[in-house]
């Protein structure tokens, strides 16, 4: 064991891993979206509208996908943001991918 140093896992994945349930996952972003979008956590339920109720643009969408992205390790398609028009359903996407990739 002298001189071997234990493998180190990027950060990026490290987060990830910390991540252990569904649960777990969706109050961490929960979370990171209230701080992004500016708005109380109470606004992020699964009907919020992402254009009306959290005033979601295409700048503001991107930069979120960016932080989402960079916070569990995914890659969101490019076109995500044309099919996601509510908060349930980017918790869904973020979900299905981060799974994915554990």
Known sequence: ??????????????RCLLVTTPADLSE????LS???LSVAPAQL???AL?????????LTAIEWGMTIEDAF??????DAWEHVTTYGRVDALVLRL?????
């Open 34 to 36: 209230a701080e992004q």
């Open 50 to 58: 992402l254009s009306d109720d959290l005033a979601v643009d295409s």
């Open 45 to 47: 339920h699964p009907d």
């Open 73 to 78: 390790g995914i890659s969101l398609p490019e």
């Open 98 to 102: 981060a799974t994915a990739q554990a």
């Open 1 to 14: 064991m002298h001189g071997r140093r234990p493998a180190r896992l990027p950060l990026r994945r490290l």
């Open 28 to 31: 961490r972003l929960r979370a």
